[in-house]
C-alpha cells in the first residue's frame, strides 16, 4: 500500500477543517431558531439563547399550529407544491427526451430558444401586467405556472436520456413500441434518480417560493405559507397584533416567528433522507456531458 505523503495529509487535513466550518456555518444557525422556539419567553427576550434552548416549552408550537391562517398557509404551499412539481416533472421529461435525440429536426434552434429564456427574461412588470391580463391574479395558477419548466433541469434530464444505450430503444421499436410506450415504458424507470433529484429540485423551489405570492396574491385565503411566514417576520415587535397574546403564553413574539420558520421547513427535511441516494447519483450522471 502506498504511503501517504506530507502533502497529501496536508490536502486531507484543510479539506476537513474547511468543510467542518462550512458545515458550522450552516447548521448553526438552524440550532439557534431551533432553541429560540423551545425557549421562555424571559431568556429570548433578553439575549441569552445561544444553540441550546432555555428553560423549555412548547406553547408556541400549540400556538403556531392552532392559527387558521397558518393551516390555511400551509395547506396552500402543500397544494402548490404538489401540483407543481407533477406538472413540472411531465413538461421537463417531454421537453428533454426529444432533445436528446440527434435526429430531431430544429434541435440546435429549440436548444438556443431554451438557453435564451433561461438567461433573459421579460421582468417583474411585463408578468404582472401579463398575468393580470389572463386573469390569474389571486389565483394558485399564478404560483405554479411560472415554475413548470426549468431550463436547467431540462438540461440535467436531457443529458442523461443521452447516456441511455440507444440498443435499448432500438429493440423496443422492432417489437413495434411507440415513441411514447418507450418513454414511458422502458426509459423512465432507468431515469428515476434524475427524476428524484430534479422533483427535489422542483418542490424545493415551490415550497420556498414567496416573491411570486408577494407579487400576485392578496386573498389571505390564497398566501402560501413562505409569504405568511415573509409577512409574520416583517412585523416589528411593537406591531405585532398577538403581542399580549404571546406573553400571556410565556412566549416571545421572536419565538413564534422562530416555531413558525421550524414548522415551515420541516416537510422538506422530512423529505430530503428518501431522496438523498437518488439525489447524489442523478446530479452526477446527468451533469457528465455538457
Known amino acids: 500500500m502506498r504511503k501517504t505523503t506530507l502533502g497529501e495529509k496536508i ?31 424571559v431568556a429570548v427576550s433578553l439575549g441569552k439563547v445561544t444553540f441550546l434552548p432555555i428553560g423549555i416549552q412548547f406553547g ?11 393551516l390555511n398557509s400551509f395547506r396552500n404551499s402543500v397544494i402548490i407544491a404538489v401540483a407543481g412539481t407533477v406538472m413540472g416533472l411531465i413538461l421537463t421529461v417531454m421537453a428533454a427526451y426529444p432533445l436528446s435525440k440527434p435526429q430531431l429536426k430544429g434541435r440546435k434552434f429549440f436548444m438556443m430558444c431554451y438557453i435564451f429564456i433561461m438567461l433573459f427574461s421579460g421582468g417583474i412588470i411585463p ?19 411560472p415554475g413548470l419548466v426549468s431550463v436547467f433541469n431540462m438540461l440535467l434530464v436531457k443529458t442523461f436520456f443521452e447516456q441511455l444505450p440507444e440498443s435499448v430503444e432500438e429493440s423496443a421499436r422492432m417489437d413495434g413500441a411507440s415513441n411514447f410506450k418507450i ?14 433529484a430534479v422533483g427535489l429540485f422542483y ?4 415550497w420556498n417560493s414567496y416573491f411570486a405570492a408577494v407579487l400576485y396574491i392578496t386573498k389571505p385565503s390564497l398566501k402560501p405559507l413562505q409569504q405568511f411566514l415573509y409577512e409574520l417576520i416583517s ?14 403564553m410565556n412566549s416571545d413574539p421572536e419565538s413564534i416567528r422562530a416555531a413558525t420558520i421550524i414548522l415551515s421547513t420541516l416537510p422538506i427535511l422530512c423529505l430530503y433522507p428518501f431522496l438523498q441516494k437518488y439525489f447524489v447519483k442523478g446530479i452526477t450522471i446527468g451533469s457528465v456531458k455538457g
Open 11 to 41: 490536502f486531507d487535513t484543510f479539506n476537513i477543517v474547511l468543510l467542518t466550518l462550512l458545515g458550522a456555518a450552516t447548521l448553526l444557525p438552524f440550532l439557534h431558531v431551533v432553541a429560540k422556539s423551545m425557549s421562555s419567553q
Open 60 to 70: 408556541t408550537f400549540q400556538y403556531v399550529l392552532n392559527q387558521a391562517q397558518f
Open 127 to 145: 408578468n404582472f401586467l401579463l398575468y393580470k391580463t389572463l386573469g390569474l391574479l389571486n389565483t394558485m395558477w399564478a404560483l405554479i405556472i
Open 183 to 196: 418513454l414511458f415504458r422502458i426509459v423512465l424507470p432507468m431515469a428515476l434518480p434524475v427524476l428524484a
Open 203 to 206: 418542490a424545493v423551489h415551490y
Open 235 to 248: 412585523q416589528s415587535v411593537t406591531e405585532s397584533g398577538n403581542l399580549d397574546i404571546d406573553r400571556a
